[in-house]
T-cell receptor, first 114, second 116 residues
Framework: KQEVTQIPAALSVPEGENLVLNCSFT??????LQWFRQDPGKGLTSLLL?????REQTSGRLNASLDKSSGRSTLYIAASQPGDSATYLC?????????????FGRGTQLTVWP | DVKVTQSSRYLVKRTGEKVFLECVQD?????MFWYRQDPGLGLRLIYF???????EKGDIPEGYSVSREKKERFSLILESASTNQTSMYLC???????????????FGPGTRLTVL
């Protein structure tokens, strides 16, 4: 069974710092990896999706990389802002299933203070 | 934009009541999912559906059932609500199959259910 781990569980940084969130998964036969953002009491917002054939994806100040062979992904946030404060979750879908079931990590709770 | 809506943001029910949570998506997605999210446990998959009238159990189906009579609507049913079903419930949808854009999932805003 796929297991997804996110480190650190919580992170607190001053505004303006560049930061990296880590995600690892146990089964490298994945279909894709998706990064989400969740604000308190809200649903999940999709940030980036990396297909298994890709190495990275970028959206604005966010860059996600994927190293499938080592079972790792990182989410890089440049020039962090207080509005980036949220919980960030990564999730993978496995090959062999067209149902698109996702396996989630427990998230990294990010606080960016002014 | 894909839109996934859930019938209620907040719901308070009593133990033993039958509870219906509704989810509707407007992008003609085949796959729909119900999760619950609890502090310290993360998101856990309850049930999913890959077509009308089709359903599959997730990791924690006990105490729940689902209904998918129309493609756009997926309902989660708590047959007899219990206090341990107090949680945040999240619905999601995605396209299906190898031809899809790799099954990106889109989530609704969530329903915070409290069972007293």
């Amino acid at each position: 069974k796929q297991e997804v781990t996110q480190i650190p569980a919580a992170l607190s940084v001053p505004e303006g710092e560049n930061l990296v969130l880590n995600c690892s998964f146990t089964d490298s036969a994945i279909y894709n990896l998706q990064w989400f953002r969740q604000d308190p009491g809200k649903g999940l917002t999709s940030l980036l999706l990396i297909q298994s054939s890709q190495r990275e994806q970028t959206s604005g100040r966010l860059n996600a990389s994927l190293d499938k062979s080592s079972g790792r992904s990182t989410l890089y946030i440049a020039a962090s802002q207080p509005g980036d404060s949220a919980t960030y979750l990564c999730a993978v879908s496995n090959r062999g299933s067209t149902l698109g079931r996702l396996y989630f990590g427990r998230g990294t709770q990010l606080t960016v203070w002014p | 934009d894909v839109k996934v809506t859930q019938s209620s943001r907040y719901l308070v029910k009593r133990t033993g009541e039958k509870v219906f949570l509704e989810c509707v998506q407007d992008m003609d997605h085949e796959n729909m999912f119900w999760y619950r999210q609890d502090p310290g446990l993360g998101l856990r998959l309850i049930y999913f559906s890959y077509d009308v009238k089709m359903k599959e159990k997730g990791d924690i189906p006990e105490g729940y059932s689902v209904s998918r009579e129309k493609k756009e609507r997926f309902s989660l049913i708590l047959e007899s609500a219990s206090t341990n079903q107090t949680s945040m419930y999240l619905c999601a949808s995605s396209l299906k199959g190898l031809a899809a854009p790799y099954n990106e999932q889109f989530f609704g805003p969530g329903t915070r259910l409290t069972v007293l």
